[in-house]
């Protein structure tokens, strides 16, 4: 079965930091190509980063460019998103999925 569970999320006041991980298992972690979505408060999900299998290969959505940064580490079946200069807008749900499946998700929240 298919797993991917996030955890990291916590409320932050603007400018600071979190790291959200993504703990992967059921499935060939590392010849996949995986994701961070996220879906704000009766908005739709947004793409927020991508990562090819191997890492060589990153994307950002131009909303989280030069302030997020993914990664992973295929040993360990797990993935990560470092967000640096939190913003209000950023208050959302994040996910990390593999295409197919989504995890249940972590909450940020970013707030004065």
């Known amino acids: 079965e298919v797993q991917l569970v996030e955890s990291g999320g916590a409320l932050v006041q603007p400018g600071e930091s979190l790291r959200l991980s993504c703990a992967a298992s059921g499935f060939t972690f590392s010849a996949s190509t995986m994701e961070w979505v996220r879906q704000a408060p009766g908005k739709g999900v947004e793409w927020v980063s991508s990562i090819s299998p191997g890492g060589v290969s990153i994307y950002y959505a131009d909303s989280v460019k030069d302030r997020f940064t993914i990664s992973r580490d295929n040993a360990k079946n797990t993935l990560y998103l470092q967000l640096n200069s939190l913003k209000t807008e950023d208050t959302a749900m994040y996910y990390c999925?593999?295409?197919?499946?989504r995890g249940q998700g972590t909450q940020v929240t970013v707030s004065s």
């Open positions: 999925t593999n295409g197919l499946v």
